[in-house]
């Protein structure tokens, strides 16, 4: 079965950092942008990062700029986001999707990330 | 980087159709094909259920149908059932940004 899996959220103080992993199984991983995406509790979602096949071609929404890195292995079939200087506003399930043509099409379950003191 | 606009809720009965607007600008829905919707359920990820305005994957029924015209995109649900019950969201490429995503929309199946 096709499918991605997240890991390494958690709580996290203003100010510190967090790196969450993504697993792909199933699928050619080498072929495919990966994204990450989240929300918020009880809000919408948001597209944060994404990245080529080689890694070559990086985008971030303007508010992680600076602050988050994405990343990927094609050796481990894995995709990661470095978040440091983390706020209270990046409190959220992050998600990580392939994507096809600006289409997210396959997702993981999602990963909390939680940013409080 | 604003976000696409939605109506927050809509609802019909079983066996109704219901539609579901995206407004945007000239920058992303009016300029690109690249339009899709997501089905998501209580507790769940995310489910494309329309892809490139029109196009439906595999395994989703024909009940869903998309179109657009000019900065508004729109998901059209026929035939409603209780499954269909969840929030939906849509979403543009727009240039320099990948992805924007709309404010989301609650479909109720009364």
């Known amino acids: 079965e096709v499918q991605l899996v997240e890991s390494g959220g958690g709580l996290v103080q203003p100010g510190g950092s967090l790196r969450v992993s993504c697993a792909a199984s199933?699928?050619?991983?080498?072929?495919?942008?990966m994204s990450w995406v989240r929300q918020p509790p009880g809000k919408g979602l948001e597209w944060v990062a994404n990245i080529n096949q080689d890694g070559t071609s990086i985008f971030y929404v303007d508010s992680v700029k600076g602050r988050f890195t994405i990343s990927r292995d094609n050796a481990k079939n894995s995709v990661y986001l470095q978040m440091n200087s983390l706020r209270a506003e990046d409190t959220a399930v992050y998600y990580c999707?392939?994507?096809?043509?600006?289409?997210?099409?396959?997702w993981g379950q999602g990963t909390m990330v939680t940013v409080s003191s | 980087q604003s976000a696409l606009t939605q109506p927050p809720s809509a609802s019909g009965s079983p066996g109704q159709s219901v539609t579901i607007s995206c407004t945007g600008t000239?920058?992303?829905?009016?300029?690109?094909?690249?339009v899709s919707w997501y089905q998501q359920q209580p507790g769940k990820a995310p489910k494309v259920v329309i892809y490139?305005?029109?196009k439906r994957p595999s395994g989703v029924p024909d009940r869903f149908s998309g179109s657009k015209s000019g900065n508004t995109a729109s998901l059209t649900l026929s035939g409603l059932q209780a499954d269909d019950e969840a929030d939906y969201y849509c979403?543009?490429?727009?240039?320099?940004?990948?992805?924007?995503f709309g404010t989301g929309t609650k479909v109720t199946v009364l």
């Open positions: 999707a392939n994507s096809v043509a600006y289409v997210f099409h396959v």
């Open positions: 490139e305005v029109s």
């Open positions: 000239s920058s992303d829905i009016g300029r690109y094909d690249h």
């Open positions: 199933e699928f050619n991983f080498r072929s495919y942008w």
């Open positions: 979403s543009s490429h727009a240039g320099s940004i990948h992805s924007v």
